[in-house]
């Protein structure tokens, strides 16, 4: 036999008899997320089929060139597979998936690594997170995602923790703790990966902490710098010049409280600028009037910071609320696009912040290209064009006053993700419009009402009776409403909304498909029509929903995800359909799998009629402890509750029970806390007589 035809039958052999390794097997997770490394990072948004990072490249525009699925056919868009996650909490996570195998984070940052193939469980990771930690986050036990490397799957716990996974089995391979655990820091964002570094921040600025971003070493979790956001005590030596610089915009004695200005959720980077830009958080407290008595713009609070990542050095800033004083958090996600700005090429940031109004900024230096308002804003009249700072109105810092304030502290979008289709030039924008009561607390004390740790809810605003109050009575009356907005960054306006009848609806993904998708507080999974609005496409899927869906490909097929568990800040107090357990929904054309049939509840039951006396003192102390401990996430009569319970329907086994639940911790499981560790009997008590006063109250109403 000819010896080049004997050697081309034997390659032909062995490749043959060279087995891939089983979809779903630990070998193939092995081989198919060994294989994610920088480059592939830097090009994820070109590899059509897996959804590799948090907004699905380092752009983080959630945009995905997938058109398998577009809207001529999504008619037939249809269930696949439903898997249940055993969860009760809120479900805020963007899936991962590499070729057929998604990675989930989900309440209390349990892991969950599924075979899309399937749509079974491959396996779950728990931290185990202690319970007690719950009461050390504002918005709920949430988890926004986990990160992909070289074969290992990250997640950063809520208790402070960074874990590596061994992504073949869910094994950890390292742990760092990344806070102080004598404050009340927690993690709720994901990870990101640049250069082999995990950078991960942290929330906890309504406790009162001192934010920062840290970045470690991928492999062996060892750390590599941290960027604090606000100065620490000046007595002592700043951290970097950026922190000296920054002390000069404070006054008084700021560290004490924190100072705020906490990562807990955007990030984005641009490999050839070799740029890593954060956004901040609010101040700590809120008001300034205590933070910063003699004013000051308060650096780097309520800001972009754009960072070399391989040191953690500050290289420019964008300040979009200087002296913030509203828990106005430019934490909001940050997409990066390249546009053509009056006929210049720019390489743009863009944001849609807390504060209203839509940043566009140049993200080579920083520079201010524009800022408007994507929704009805009433605290500043615009943004100056050539500064970039806000021209406030006199009323919006509640110094001599009460005042309404538009948007309110939910922001005019929160977390949920924004997404960004360079075909149509809009940024979609999951948007909100809402006032908030806003007054200087003259009662405040730091950690007046703190427990062990020193957490409990430190914002310095209130309601102050003696003084007169600015009304926005148009802003009431529309208080809260949501909407999904399609914005033009170039013309600098909105190009259509859809009003929704709910306002803490998903996060949103646009195709190539001219297909925006979103889930809804209401319950729905809907396709809108990228150009038009139009609804394509809806399903029921029964309980609210806030996650941002993904899409990807498998074996030439391609798939639409959304992950359903309602929660999250608002969802704590409020629902807009009855609560269910967390889901993972997976649809394809022509999907014939039948929806699960949601529970049913009554979404705002009968308040019980539960005989008890009380004094008005009673009554008094017990509704100032609720106000302290309680009202972050419980409400009275108004509405039925979220996750947790409107307690005015509070049963009387429940009121039995009051004690045991909330001085011995009955219910810590599920994470509410106990409180038996910084309150008497007696204040539980008249917590207790003060929630049955409001609850008859609002029966005889
Ligand atoms: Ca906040």
């Not at 036999?1 to 052999?13: D, G, I, K, P």
């Not at 070109?46 to 995905?64: A, K, V």
């Not at 696009?337 to 390489?347: E, N, T, V």
């Not at 979220?642 to 994470?671: E, N």
């Amino acid at each position: 036999m000819n010896r080049f035809l004997y050697l081309a039958l034997l390659a032909c052999f062995l490749w043959a008899c060279h087995e891939k390794p089983r979809p779903g097997s630990p070998e193939h997770i092995r081989e198919v997320t060994g294989g994610i490394d920088d480059s592939v990072l830097t090009h994820a948004g070109e590899r059509q089929g897996d959804w590799l990072t948090y907004g699905l490249d380092y752009q983080e525009d959630r945009y995905s060139s997938l058109e398998q699925i577009n809207k001529d056919n999504i008619k037939t868009l249809g269930l696949e597979w439903s898997l249940p996650l055993g969860t009760q909490r809120g479900l805020e996570a963007t899936a991962l998936v590499d070729d057929g195998i998604m990675f989930v984070t989900g309440p209390w940052s349990v892991v969950f690594a599924i075979d899309v193939r399937k749509g079974t469980m491959i396996w779950t990771y728990d931290p185990k997170v202690p319970r007690e930690h719950g009461e050390k986050t504002c918005c709920d036990v949430v988890n926004r995602g986990a990160a992909l490397y070289k074969g290992k799957v990250y997640v950063g716990a809520l208790d402070g923790r960074l874990i590596a996974l061994d992504a073949a089995t869910g094994s950890p391979i390292w742990s760092v703790m990344t806070v102080d655990t004598t404050k009340p820091y927690a993690i709720t964002g994901a990870p990101r990966i640049v250069d082999g570094k995990v950078i991960i921040g942290n929330g906890g600025a309504e406790f009162g902490v001192r934010g920062y971003v840290t970045a470690y070493d991928a492999n062996t979790g060892q750390q590599v710098w941290r960027f604090y956001t606000v100065p620490g005590d000046p007595s002592k030596p700043f951290e970097s010049k950026a922190m000296e610089t920054a002390a000069k915009t404070w006054t008084g004695e700021w560290w004490k409280y924190g100072g705020g200005g906490t990562c807990w959720d955007a990030m984005a980077y641009d490999p050839a600028l070799k740029l890593l830009y954060i956004g901040t958080g609010n101040g700590s407290p809120w008001n300034r009037q205590y933070r910063s008595p003699g004013g000051g713009d308060n650096l780097y609070l309520s800001s972009i910071v754009a960072l070399n990542p391989a040191t953690g050095e500050l290289v420019w800033y964008f300040q979009e609320t200087p002296g913030e004083s509203w828990d106005f958090t430019a934490t909001q996600p940050i997409v990066l696009a390249d546009l053509i700005i009056k006929g210049q090429p720019r390489k743009v940031l863009m944001q849609a912040p807390k504060n209203g109004f839509f940043y566009v900024l140049d993200r080579t230096n920083g520079a201010f290209i524009s800022a408007d308002p994507y929704v009805y804003v009433n605290w500043a009249k615009g943004v100056d064009s050539v500064t970039g700072r806000p021209i406030e109105n006199d009323f919006a810092r509640y110094t001599g006053q009460n005042s309404d304030v538009a948007p309110n502290y939910d922001g005019g979008h929160n977390w949920h993700p924004m997404a960004y289709n360079p075909k149509t030039g809009l940024v979609y924008i999951p948007a909100r419009e809402n006032v908030g009561m806003y007054g200087h607390d003259a009662s405040w004390i730091y950690n007046k009402r703190g427990g062990g740790t020193g957490n409990g809810w430190n914002v310095a605003i209130g309601y102050d009776s003696s003084k007169p109050t600015h009304r926005d009575t148009a802003a009431e009356k529309a208080d809260p409403k949501g909407m999904l907005i399609a914005w033009d960054p170039v013309r600098r306006k909105e190009v259509w909304r859809v009003d929704q009848g709910s306002n803490w609806n998903g996060g949103l993904l646009a195709t190539a498909g001219d297909i925006v998708f979103q889930g809804t507080e209401d319950g729905y999974f809907i396709a809108y029509d990228a150009s038009t609005g139009a609804v394509l496409w809806k399903v029921t899927i029964g309980g609210g929903v806030i996650a941002p869906p993904v899409t990807y490909m498998v074996d030439g097929k391609q798939y639409v995800t959304l992950v359903a568990g309602w929660g999250g800040g608002v969802g704590m107090k409020f629902k807009g359909a009855p609560l269910q357990p967390g889901r993972i929904y997976t649809f394809a054309l022509g999907g014939a799998a039948v929806m699960p049939v949601p529970l049913q509840q009554a979404v705002v039951p009968t308040i019980p009629d539960i005989p008890f006396t009380a004094t008005p003192q009673e009554v008094a102390h017990g509704k100032e402890l609720f106000r302290g401990y309680c009202s972050t996430c419980h409400v009275i009569a108004h509405g039925g509750g979220g996750l947790a319970p409107d307690l005015a329907y509070a049963s009387a086994v429940t009121h039995q029970s009051f004690l045991a639940i909330v001085y011995r911790g009955a219910y810590l499981p599920f994470g509410m806390p106990r409180f038996g560790d910084r309150l008497s009997e007696k204040d539980v008590q008249d917590i207790q007589k003060f929630i049955l006063t409001s609850a008859k109250a609002a029966k005889a109403r």
